[in-house]
């Protein structure tokens, strides 16, 4: 089967759960991405939802299942295709990277259909996000990071980008990150953006354990964007949640305040704090309690990631700021 199957099948009315072959490891077992798709009764919309891109991030997946669970062909126009486990490799030993091959499938896209199996993973991954009308990437901050719950966009050119910034709006997450409209590369969105195909992400505090709360956020939220988009019956959701406007970048690989040096974070700030630039922000400290290094706002803003585990090594990101926000 290829994924173009998928996509292609006029099975009106009716679900499927299923399982789409990427490749087999050298002792003979598959990575496969397990697909859950629902075909509505009336053709519409199709919309891709993406769990686990990293694997220590168990929200999206538990949400996308009960969304699946949550949907009446009958009352679905379009097809509704969720991928809970897109990263299986990473997932099954609740890692941010592959233990295959040490990638990082949320900055792997497109990848390459003759590539490393993160590679090829991707490739299939963008081939479903250039299929479909509306993709929402369901992250949360994992193991390693501390983040508020928000729901992410681009403001991208034309109509992608107007229908990308009202669903954000109602998706019904506390906070919304307006980022700049040129997306990073290698990313699900920057797929996304070039095929002119409207997508959120989303974030909320992960720790490595299944939060509830969060579950119940992303469930919610996607079903919001099914009815903002006439997939399912309902009142348009207002953007009634929203507290919180934020602004800026968002690519903990360039714009994080990273480590200077090893040791024991203390962090004096939380997330969604206001600081100031210049403003201590947390002291690294050796095993006596010694302060090795202070850590200083590089520059006014909001705090949005701070890191979670304390043990920290050079160059490692350990803050993320955005630069401006407006309060509803």
């Known amino acids: 089967m290829r994924i173009e199957d998928v996509y292609d099948r006029a099975r009106l009315n009716s679900r499927e759960k299923m399982y789409f072959d990427i490749v087999d490891l050298p002792d003979g077992t598959a990575v496969k991405l397990p697909l859950l798709v629902v075909h509505g009764r009336q053709p ?13 991030e168990h929200e999206g997946p538990q949400a996308i299942r009960e969304v699946f669970d949550d949907l009446e062909p009958q009352q679905l126009s379009g097809k509704f295709i969720g991928v809970p ?18 990638l990082n499938l949320a900055r792997t896209f497109p990848g390459r259909s003759d590539g490393t199996v993160t590679e090829r993973i991707a490739y299939q991954i963008a081939k479903m996000i250039m299929m479909s009308d509306f993709l929402i990437d369901l992250h949360s901050s994992g193991t390693g990071l501390d983040s508020p719950t928000l729901c992410g966009f681009s403001p991208v050119q034309g109509e992608a980008g107007r229908i990308a910034r ?22 699900t969105l920057s797929v996304a953006a070039e095929k002119g195909v409207a997508a959120l992400y989303t974030e909320t505090s992960g720790g490595g354990w299944l939060s509830k709360e969060g579950v119940l956020c992303y469930r919610n939220g ?26 800026g970048g968002g690519d903990l690989d360039k714009d994080s305040v ?25 002291r690294i400290i050796n095993p006596l309690g010694e302060t090795l290094q202070e850590v200083r706002a590089p520059s006014n803003g909001y705090i949005v990631f701070k890191k979670a585990n ?3 090594y050079p160059g490692e990101s350990i803050y993320l700021l955005a630069h401006g926000q407006n309060r509803t």
């Open 85 to 102: 486990t897109a990263n299986p490799p990473a997932h099954c030993v609740s890692k941010r990277t592959s233990p295959i091959d040490n």
């Open 44 to 56: 519409g919309m199709i919309m891709l939802v993406l769990g686990a891109v990293h694997g220590d």
């Open 310 to 312: 304390p043990i920290v």
């Open 222 to 247: 996607v079903l919001n964007v099914m009815k903002y988009l006439g997939m399912i019956p309902g009142p348009k959701p207002e953007p009634s949640k929203v507290k919180h406007h934020i602004f």
């Open 166 to 187: 009202e669903a954000a709006n109602i998706f019904g997450a506390p906070i919304v990150w307006e980022h700049p409209p040129d997306v990073p590369p290698g990313r």
């Open 258 to 282: 990273a480590a200077p040096v090893s040791g024991f974070l203390l962090s004096s700030v939380e997330v969604l704090d206001q600081v100031r630039e210049g403003e201590i922000i947390g």
